[in-house]
C-alpha cells in the first residue's frame, strides 16, 4: 500500500455486536504502522439494537474522519443484510468482508418487512466479496464474541499493514482474559482470506 | 510524549485537566456524556458531578467560579435551553476563575430532538464562543478558553458537535497548569448581584467587553488564514474546515476557532485577498449573516444545506453547484430502501417493556418524554402519543386533561428525567386539581446517554455512596395520595396498577421499579425457549418487540445469544409454549 493514499474503511453491524473494538484494533494498528489516523462511531440512541457504523480512515494526512460514499476501500460487515444497507459507501473496486450472521430486525418479527436472501445480492453488489460464517468459526474457536475478530484478521489480509503491528494492537486493545480467544479468532480470519484474490 | 487517539470529548476532558479546571459539572447527553465520564478520572484533582439537571450545573459552576475555582460546566444543545437563564446573567456578572461551558451540538440529530446553533446563544448571551474542528484542537482550544474566560471575566463557550466529539485523532499532551489564585469569595455586591442599580452598569460592561474581545479575536493564532488559490477563498469553522481541506484541497481558507465576537479586522483581511467568497458552515448561516453585514458578497446558504449535518460528499455537490456543473450521482447498485429497517428498539430483558405493554391494554393518551423508552413510540408498541422535551412528559399530561380532552392521560418519565424536571409538573398537577396518571420507569440509572448516576442511585459520578432521593417521598411531599410501585417484569401486577390508577378520580403516581440489565451485566432471569410443538403461531410474544424473539421464515424462536432471561414473553404465551432453559 501507499502512505500517500488515504485508507478508508467502514465497518458495519448491528449496536452491540463489537464494531468498536473491531475499529480501535484496525486504528490502533495504523498508529503503531505511524500513521496519522481519524476515527468515528455511532453512540446513544442508535446504539439500542438499531444499524450503526464506524468509519476509520488512516495515511500521511487526514482530514474528514467520515468516509465520502463510493470511496471506501474496504467494508467489513458484522451482519448480512446490513452490508447492503451500507454498500454505496465502498469503492467499486473495494473489498468487502461480510459476515453471513443475520440478525433478524424486529420489524422482520413482529412486522410485515421481510429479511431478504442475501447472498444473491451481495454478489451482485460486491465485486470482490469475502462472505464468511465468523460467528460459526468463532464458537468452533469456543468463543463466539470474537465474530467481529475473525473478519477482522480477514480484512487484515488485504490491507498491506504488517502482521506485527496487527498482533500488537491486538495486545493493546483487547482485555487480558480476552485477549487468547481474540487472537485466535483473527488469525482464523487470517487463514480464511488466504484463498481469496 | 508521543501522540495519543483521543475522541474529542475525551480531547476536552484532557484540555480540562490540563487548563487547570478543578471542579467540572454537568448532565449527561449525547455527544456531550463521555467529557465528564474521562475527567473524573483525576478525581483526586478535579471534583465531579453529575447535576440533577443544566441549568443546577451551570449554577453550582457559577458559585464555584465566583470562589476563584476554574470550572468545566458540560452539556448537550437541548441542556442549554434549560441553563439559558443562569448564562445570560452569569455574562453580566462575569467570572472570578475561569469558567468553560462546554456545549455539544447535533447536527444530523443523531440522538436528539431538535437540530440548535449554540453560536447563537453565544451572540444572545454576549459570551465568547471557540469551535474546535479535531481532538487537538479540542484539547487546545479548552485550555486558551480558560485564559480568554479569565483574562475578560467571562463564562466562555466551547461548542463541539457530534462528529467533533465522536471522533478519534491523535492528541499530543501538555503539563496541567494550575491557577495560583487563593480559593476565597471576595464580598463586593456591586459586582456580584445584578440588581437594576448595578446591572444598568453590567451591561455597558458586557458590550465594551465584547468589542475589547473582537479584536484580540481578530489576531488571535485561534483563528487563521491559509493562502493558497486567491480565487476561491472560504470561511469555515468546526468540523466543516475538515471537510472544506478534503473537497477544495486549492482553496485559501479563513479557518475561525473563535468566531464569536466576529473577528472584523481579520475576515475584512481576507475578503480582500481573495475573488470570490464561500462560506461552509453547518446548520445556521451564523458567519454568512455577519459576512455579509460587513459588505461582503459570498454564497454561503443559497449552495450548502441548512438542515443536517455537512460531510465531504455533501460539499462535493456544493463544488458542482458552484463551478455551475450538475453533482455527480453514482447510479444505484442495490434498492437500500427495500432492506427491512432496523431502528433502536428496547433491548431484550429491558423493563421499560412490562409497563409499555400493559399500556397498549388501555385507551389512554401517553405523554412520553426524552430517554429510552421514548423507543416505546415505535411499532409494535406503539404506545407513546406525544413527545416534547425533559420532564414534558409530565407537565403536558396535566395540560391534556385540563383540556377537556375525553380520554385519561397518562404521562411516562424516566427516573433521571424525574429528578431533572419532572418535580416541578408534578406539583402543577397536584397543585391545580389535576387528575393525570404519572408513571415514573425506574431503571435507576441514567440508561440512554449509556448508565450515568443520578440522585436517585445512591452513588455519585466520583463513586462515592450517598442519600438516594426517593421519588415515592418527592410524590407524598408534592402532596400525591396515590402512589404505588410495581415490578414491570410482573404483567398482571402492571395491570392491576393501572387499571386501579386510571379508575382514580384524583392524581395518581406509579413508580414502575427494575434496573436496567445493561448496567447490572447480567440477565434478569434464565435464557428462554420455545416449544415448537406447543407454539400455536399466534404471534402474541412478537407485540412485546423483543429483539431475541425472531420470526423470519414461519419458525418463532428465541435467539439465545440475545436473551436476557426476563421472562415476559412466557407471561403473554397462552400456550405454556415458552419456558426456561434448564442448563
Request: charged share 25%; net charge neutral.
Amino acid at each position: 500500500m501507499s502512505s500517500e493514499k488515504t485508507i478508508s474503511i467502514v465497518m458495519a453491524g448491528v449496536g452491540g455486536q463489537g464494531i468498536l473494538l473491531a475499529s480501535e484494533v484496525t486504528a490502533r494498528t495504523a498508529i503503531l504502522c505511524g500513521l496519522q489516523v481519524k476515527t468515528n462511531e455511532v453512540h446513544g440512541m442508535a446504539q439500542r439494537g438499531g444499524s450503526v457504523i464506524a468509519q476509520i480512515r488512516f495515511g500521511t494526512e487526514v482530514y474528514s474522519p467520515l468516509v465520502a460514499e463510493g470511496t471506501a476501500d474496504a467494508l467489513l460487515s458484522l451482519e448480512a443484510v446490513e452490508a447492503l444497507r451500507f454498500y454505496s459507501y465502498l469503492r467499486p473496486a473495494g473489498l468487502a468482508v461480510v459476515s453471513r450472521q443475520r440478525v433478524i430486525p424486529v420489524t422482520v418479527s413482529s412486522g410485515g418487512a421481510a429479511y431478504p436472501e442475501p447472498e444473491p445480492a451481495l454478489r451482485e453488489v460486491f465485486s470482490r466479496l469475502l462472505y464468511l460464517d465468523a460467528l460459526a468459526e468463532a464458537q468452533k474457536l469456543g468463543e463466539p464474541r470474537a465474530a467481529n475478530m475473525v473478519l477482522v484478521g480477514a480484512l487484515a489480509k488485504h490491507l498491506s499493514l504488517p502482521l506485527e503491528s496487527w498482533e500488537e494492537a491486538l495486545t493493546q486493545c483487547v482485555k487480558a482474559k480476552a485477549l487468547e480467544s481474540n487472537r485466535n479468532a483473527f488469525r482464523r480470519g487470517l487463514s480464511l482470506a488466504d484463498d481469496f484474490l | 510524549m508521543s501522540a495519543i487517539l483521543l475522541s474529542g470529548n475525551e480531547a476536552i476532558a484532557r484540555g480540562g485537566y490540563e487548563g487547570g479546571v478543578t471542579a467540572a459539572f454537568g448532565y449527561p447527553g449525547t455527544p456531550s456524556t463521555e467529557i465528564l465520564e474521562s475527567l473524573v478520572q483525576h478525581k483526586d484533582e478535579v471534583y465531579c458531578e453529575w447535576s440533577p439537571n443544566e441549568k443546577v450545573a451551570l449554577e453550582a459552576a457559577a458559585g464555584a467560579s465566583l470562589a476563584g475555582a476554574r470550572v468545566l460546566v458540560t452539556m448537550k444543545h437541548v441542556g442549554l435551553n434549560v441553563a439559558a437563564d443562569p448564562l445570560l446573567t452569569l455574562a453580566y456578572i462575569g467570572v472570578e476563575g475561569g469558567l468553560i461551558l462546554c456545549v455539544a451540538d447535533d447536527p444530523g440529530q443523531h440522538s436528539s430532538q431538535t437540530e440548535q446553533d449554540t453560536r447563537q446563544y453565544a451572540r444572545l448571551a454576549k459570551v465568547p464562543v471557540l469551535e474546535p474542528s479535531d481532538s487537538q484542537e479540542a484539547k487546545d482550544f479548552m485550555v486558551a478558553g480558560m485564559e480568554i474566560s479569565e483574562k475578560y471575566r467571562t463564562p466562555v463557550i466551547v461548542r463541539t458537535t457530534t462528529r467533533v466529539s465522536h471522533s478519534r485523532s491523535l492528541v499530543e499532551f501538555r503539563d496541567r497548569v494550575k491557577s495560583d489564585r487563593e480559593i476565597a469569595f471576595q464580598k463586593d455586591p456591586s459586582r456580584h448581584c445584578p440588581l437594576p442599580v448595578w446591572g444598568r452598569r453590567m451591561r455597558v460592561e458586557l458590550e465594551q467587553r465584547q468589542h475589547q474581545m473582537a479584536e484580540v479575536a481578530a489576531a488571535s493564532p485561534l483563528n487563521r488564514i491559509e493562502l493558497r488559490d486567491r480565487k476561491l477563498g472560504i470561511i469555515t469553522s468546526s468540523i466543516a474546515y475538515q471537510y472544506v481541506r478534503e473537497v477544495f484541497p486549492e482553496a485559501s481558507v479563513l479557518k475561525l476557532g473563535w468566531a464569536y465576537p466576529f473577528p472584523d479586522a481579520l475576515i475584512r483581511s481576507f475578503a480582500d485577498q481573495v475573488e470570490n467568497l464561500l462560506v461552509v458552515e453547518e446548520l445556521d448561516p451564523f458567519l454568512e449573516e455577519h459576512v455579509k453585514s460587513l459588505g461582503f458578497a459570498c454564497h454561503g446558504k443559497n449552495i450548502v444545506p441548512a438542515c443536517g449535518e455537512l460531510s465531504a460528499a455533501k460539499l462535493l455537490e456544493v463544488r458542482a453547484r458552484l463551478e455551475g456543473r450538475d453533482p455527480e450521482r453514482t447510479p444505484a447498485r442495490y434498492a437500500v430502501e427495500t432492506l427491512p429497517a432496523r431502528p433502536p428498539v428496547f433491548c431484550p430483558g429491558c423493563p421499560h417493556r412490562g409497563i409499555f405493554y400493559g399500556l397498549t391494554k388501555f385507551d389512554v393518551l401517553v405523554t412520553g418524554d426524552i430517554g429510552c423508552y421514548s423507543l416505546a413510540v415505535f411499532p409494535p408498541l406503539n404506545r407513546t402519543d406525544v413527545i416534547l422535551c425533559m420532564g414534558g412528559g409530565i407537565s403536558m399530561a396535566h395540560g391534556l386533561e385540563k383540556s377537556g380532552e375525553k380520554r385519561k392521560v397518562v404521562g411516562v418519565v424516566g427516573d433521571s428525567t424525574f429528578f431533572h424536571s419532572g418535580i416541578t409538573g408534578l406539583l402543577d398537577i397536584v397543585y391545580n386539581r389535576g387528575k393525570a396518571t404519572i408513571i415514573v420507569v425506574d431503571n435507576r440509572t441514567t440508561a440512554m446517554t449509556g448508565h450515568q448516576d443520578h440522585p436517585g442511585t445512591g452513588r455519585t459520578l466520583m463513586g462515592e455512596t450517598t442519600r438516594e432521593a426517593s421519588i415515592e417521598a418527592i410524590g407524598k411531599a408534592c402532596g400525591v395520595q396515590r402512589i404505588r410501585t410495581v415490578n414491570p417484569y410482573n404483567l398482571k401486577e402492571v395491570h392491576t396498577a393501572l387499571s386501579e390508577e386510571l379508575a382514580a378520580d384524583e392524581p395518581s403516581l406509579i413508580i414502575s421499579r427494575a434496573p436496567c440489565p445493561l448496567k447490572e451485566h447480567h440477565d434478569v432471569g434464565p435464557k428462554m425457549r420455545i416449544d415448537s410443538d406447543k407454539c400455536k403461531r399466534c404471534r402474541a410474544c412478537l407485540k412485546l418487540g423483543c429483539p431475541a424473539i425472531e420470526n423470519s421464515d414461519g419458525v418463532i424462536r428465541i435467539n439465545s445469544l440475545m436473551c436476557a432471561g426476563c421472562g415476559t414473553c412466557a407471561e403473554v404465551c397462552r400456550f405454556g409454549a415458552i419456558e426456561q432453559i434448564v442448563e
